[in-house]
């Protein structure tokens, strides 16, 4: 993004920039952001209809644990990726394709829920299914213009697409 805003910067003065927002943002407002309503829910969800689930994101350890802990989800998942962990982050694939090795999940059976652009692109990349939240301040458009194959306005409104489609599922089996 900041390639598009400051063409003329070098790519290190881009990645000093980066560095620089990411302290200030550690320093001054980590310590007050909370989890969306109903993450853990969807989870466990998830994993009760036997979804592996691994979990691909940017932010360095210290940050993703944090994130974990507020969401209270540290024991759901199969598998984590994060930016320490990889060369480049998203929109590239590559911390979605470790996620995925770590979790040993096949990518045509995969989807990825994401809420920016740069999630959609990387997950196409990995060779999965996008699925948006608007939850990034990214529009619908946005993030059906990027690949999400469908997009909800939260973690509470997947929670409740997944219920329905596995009522419905049972349903049909019954």
Not at 6 to 32: H, K, N
Not at 150 to 169: I, K, S
């Amino acid at each position: 993004m900041l390639a598009q805003l400051v063409p003329a910067a070098a790519p290190r003065d881009r990645d000093a920039m980066i560095e620089e927002q990411g302290g200030l943002y550690r320093e001054e407002f980590l310590a007050s952001v909370r989890a969306f309503p109903h993450v853990r829910e969807l989870f466990e969800a998830l994993q009760h209809e036997g979804r592996k689930i691994a979990i691909a994101t940017d932010c360095e350890k210290s940050e993703f644990a944090h994130y974990l802990a507020i969401a209270q989800i540290e024991d759901l998942a199969d598998a984590y990726a994060c930016g320490d962990d990889v060369r480049r982050g998203k929109p590239h694939a590559a911390v979605v394709e470790l996620a995925l090795k770590r979790a040993r999940a096949a990518g045509k059976h995969c989807v990825m829920i994401g809420d920016t652009p740069s999630d959609a692109e990387a997950a196409r990349r990995a060779g999965i299914a996008p699925l948006g939240v608007l939850t990034g301040h990214f529009s619908e458009a946005d993030l059906r213009d990027a690949g999400c194959v469908d997009v909800r306005r939260d973690p509470a409104a997947l929670l409740e697409a997944f219920e329905a489609a596995c009522a419905a599922r049972a349903r049909g089996a019954a």
